[in-house]
């Protein structure tokens, strides 16, 4: 079982920065993988950035050299910093979790991960 807690969504405008967190229990974060997705009204849930267990980070075509993500292991806790963000970002954002050490390329599947937080809202006004 793991829960997933995300925080640091707000309002922004377009260009600023935003750092959100999804603080893990009880699960050690090293040994996961881990991901953000987003969901953007009357659209489907799209992928945005995946920390796997081997340390290997993949990022969507649409944020690449704009959005980071990171892990703090001793602090469970994986962080996802946007940069020079746009209105298009505008979304619910939701960490996803998966257990274990699995070799895959299906982690830009939402299907791929077993546990979800509640979603925090980034909104980029132009």
């Known amino acids: 079982q793991m829960q997933l807690v995300e925080s640091g969504g707000g309002l922004v405008q377009a260009g600023d920065s935003l750092r959100l967190s999804c603080a893990i229990s009880?699960?050690?974060?090293?040994?996961?993988?881990m991901a953000w997705f987003r969901q953007a009204p009357g659209k489907d849930r799209e992928f945005v950035a995946a920390?796997?267990?081997?340390?290997?980070?993949h990022y969507a075509d649409s944020v690449k050299g704009r959005f980071t993500i990171s892990r703090d292991n001793a602090k469970n806790t994986v962080f996802l910093q946007m940069d020079s963000l746009k209105p298009d970002d505008t979304a619910v954002y939701y960490c996803?979790?998966?257990?274990?050490?699995?070799?895959?390329?299906?982690?830009?599947?939402?299907?791929?991960?077993?546990?979800w937080g509640q979603g925090t809202q980034v909104t980029v006004s132009s």
């Open positions: 009880p699960r050690t974060v090293s040994t996961n993988s």
């Open positions: 920390f796997l267990w081997s340390g290997i980070r």
């Open positions: 996803a979790g998966r257990p274990g050490m699995t070799i895959t390329s299906a982690y830009y599947t939402p299907s791929f991960y077993n546990y």
